[in-house]
């Protein structure tokens, strides 16, 4: 089989490309193992690119910022299988305020409106910690403002079950398969912008049935599929911050110490399939430029 992975920061993204390139390495090193022949778009359009290669895949997995994932994800299923979340779900994800009104509705708990002194900033569709800051002042043009929670910074990488019949997109029944809980290191600089650094993963905090609980619910809410990565913060309860419908950089370390091949666990999904659990061998601590150390 032929499958596509199509990561759009190597070559158009400078600031983002060091992540990129570390989770497509992981990724195609993963599905070279399985047997697959992998493929890459050439530089020049990306669109355009997934539009040629697409149709001569089996599948294929779209890598690329929350604000431009669903375009490139539609093209993308025009033409082949998608082994990741769907664009509709995609769209709905990068809008954070729209994301965090539906999580609300459901009584799953995300900061709440900033009081008086410091606040988070965010930008309405941004991706990871780009352009997110910690300020006293009022959010700008496509931005928000939150509550800032002082607290400990988790995500739950999760791969959601899904099946294509002949005309339409239908769940399995299957439980999500929670892959890991991951540690995020999160950097604060002196004018109070916010850098992810990378994290440790798996851990084991003592909320990790409610951490756990908590992701589930909220990719559920929102009818992602695929891989999917939910940011938390840990305080007085569990608090939601950022739910990301792709490939996280978590990913990294997650693959680093887990007996299963991620690329037979996202082929098996997108069909409805796969194990209830995985395994893992010890922990590793990962960065952003997919450095991993064992411990």
């Known amino acids: 089989m032929k499958v596509l992975l199509a990561e759009y920061t190597t070559a158009h993204d400078p600031v983002l490309a ?20 992998v493929v890459h778009p050439d530089e020049g359009d990306f669109a355009d690119e997934i539009e040629r290669l697409a149709p001569v895949c089996d599948a294929g997995l779209v890598i690329a910022p929350d604000h431009l994932l669903s375009r490139f994800t539609m093209i993308l299923e025009q033409h082949t299988h998608n082994l990741g979340c769907g664009f509709m779900s995609v ?9 965090r009104k539906i999580l609300l509705q459901h009584g799953i708990p995300v900061p709440g409106e900033p009081g008086p002194g410091k606040r988070v900033i965010k930008p309405v569709r941004g991706c ?29 990488s999760i791969i959601l079950h899904r099946v294509i019949g002949d005309a339409c997109l239908y769940f399995s029944g299957a439980p999500p398969l929670v892959l890991a809980v991951n540690r995020q290191q999160i950097g604060i600089d002196p004018d109070g912008s916010f850098h992810y650094l990378g994290g440790e993963t798996p851990v084991h ?38 739910v990301n419908p792709r490939i996280t950089t978590s990913l990294v370390g997650i693959a680093a110490c887990m007996d299963e091949e991620i690329a037979d666990l996202l082929v098996a999904a997108s069909k409805g399939a796969g194990p209830a ?13 997919g450095t991993v150390t064992r411990v």
């Open 205 to 242: 905090p003592p909320q990790e049935a409610e951490i756990i609980s908590t992701a589930k619910k909220a990719v559920e809410v929102l009818g992602c599929q695929g891989y999917c990565g939910v940011d938390m913060v840990v305080a007085d309860k569990v608090y939601v911050v950022d």
């Open 18 to 37: 060091h992540e990129g390139r570390a989770m497509l390495g992981v990724l195609r090193e993963s599905f070279e193992r399985c047997g697959y022949d």
């Open 128 to 156: 990871g910690a780009q352009g997110v800051r910690l300020s006293d002042g009022v959010a700008g043009s496509d931005e928000f403002a939150e509550r800032y929670i002082d607290g400990e910074h988790f995500s739950v």
């Open 277 to 289: 659990e995985v395994h893992f061998s010890g922990r590793a601590r990962f960065d952003t430029n």
């Open 91 to 99: 769209a709905l994800c990068a809008n954070k305020v729209q994301t």
